[in-house]
């Protein structure tokens, strides 16, 4: 029997598969993290209630980043990759109608952003961001071009694997997860300050999508497999916060 059938009840989620808030190897926590006791502030029903948004904002090419981009005819640089997954609860059931945002750097590890300061060039045909609402399975899927890793200003020579942010809205304003996906084989990610917060390879795995060679498109693109489970004991690592929608 997998855990997620032993029966309809919450399942915790597992606390030690957090990391502390306080990692200085990851230098930007020095000062992120909190140096005073938490203060709790109620939602307001508005909050927790309130839709931000509806399948209408969704456009034709939002979930295709090799062309939402580019000019007519054109396309981005970079290995052709499909993204695809489902968002869960904690008990697998799906989660549809959830709105997943998308962006990451282009192939050369460079982001389309004002303070952007790598030196790999721009590429004309690549935004970097994209979205879509998860259907009634709680299936998503977005073409897109695998990214490059880039340098940080963190250590002496630290590099962030190649990876995709992702965030997820649920139904309410304040229902918002941040995430980020890695991809398997990466010899970047065992050495990544930021993934070695985790603490916890089983919590790293779950962020790192394997190669899915039965989505492959011949000829086109691979594809990467990448589920998140919002709750519970086989919870995706979050950004920023520690529960699910
Ligand atoms: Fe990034």
Request: some cysteine; aromatic content about 12%; proline content about 9%.
């Amino acid at each position: 029997m997998s855990e997620n059938s032993t029966n309809g009840g919450y399942i915790a989620r597992d606390w030690t598969r957090q990391p502390a808030a306080y990692t200085p190897g990851y230098k930007t926590t020095v000062k992120r993290s909190p140096q005073a006791a938490l203060l709790s502030f109620p939602t307001t029903l508005s909050e927790e209630t309130s839709p931000v948004f509806g399948h209408g904002i969704i456009g034709e090419l939002d979930n295709d980043l090799i062309h939402n981009f580019a000019k007519p005819g054109e396309s981005a640089i970079g290995p052709r990759i499909i993204v695809y997954g489902r968002v869960l609860d904690e008990t697998g059931r799906p989660v549809p109608g959830a709105l997943l945002e998308f962006w990451q750097a282009n192939a050369g590890g460079r982001y389309r952003h004002a303070k952007e300061g790598y030196i790999a060039p721009l590429d004309p045909n690549f935004g970097g961001c994209g979205r879509m609402i998860t259907d009634e399975n709680g299936s998503y899927e977005f073409r897109t071009i695998q990214p490059g890793p880039y340098p940080w200003p963190n250590g002496m020579n630290d590099w962030r694997p190649a990876h995709i942010h992702f965030s997820i809205f649920g139904h309410g304003f304040a229902q918002r997860l941040i995430t980020q996906m890695y991809f398997e084989g990466d010899p970047l990610i065992p050495l990544c300050p930021i993934a070695r917060v985790l603490n916890d390879q089983r919590a790293i795995d779950d962020l790192t999508a394997p190669l899915d060679m039965n989505r492959t498109v011949p000829m086109d693109a691979r594809a990467y497999k990448f589920d998140i489970v919002l709750r519970g004991r086989r919870q995706t690592y979050f950004e920023n916060r520690k529960e699910g929608l």
